[in-house]
């Protein structure tokens, strides 16, 4: 639910600040290698199963650079014309 508020929250935000050239627009990374998600020290294997298990096993974590990417996109020029967006940054993995 709190995701949801997150893309209801973008969308609305988009909506009234429109006519003021302010453009709100949400990034929804998927996995991405961190130092956090690398170190698996802290973690059950009983967990780490499990977040596994729902995964395709070929799954490519994704690198900070992609969301950067994605960031720099819509806040630049060429996405001038992007505002109340949800940009899914996952490789793929939410059509699953």
Not at 33 to 48: C, I, K, L, P, Q
Not at 56 to 73: R, S
């Amino acid at each position: 639910m709190s995701k949801h508020g997150v893309v209801a929250l973008t969308e609305h935000t988009a909506y009234m600040y429109l006519h003021e050239g302010i453009r709100v627009n949400a990034i929804c990374p998927g996995g991405i290698r961190t130092a956090m998600a690398a170190d698996h020290e802290n973690e059950s294997e009983f967990g780490y199963g499990r977040v596994r298990a729902g995964m395709d096993p070929q799954f490519v974590f994704g690198e900070t650079k992609n969301i950067a990417d994605a960031v720099l996109f819509v806040s630049g020029d060429e996405g001038a014309f992007i505002n109340g967006a949800n940009i899914v940054v996952d490789g793929g993995m939410s059509c699953n």
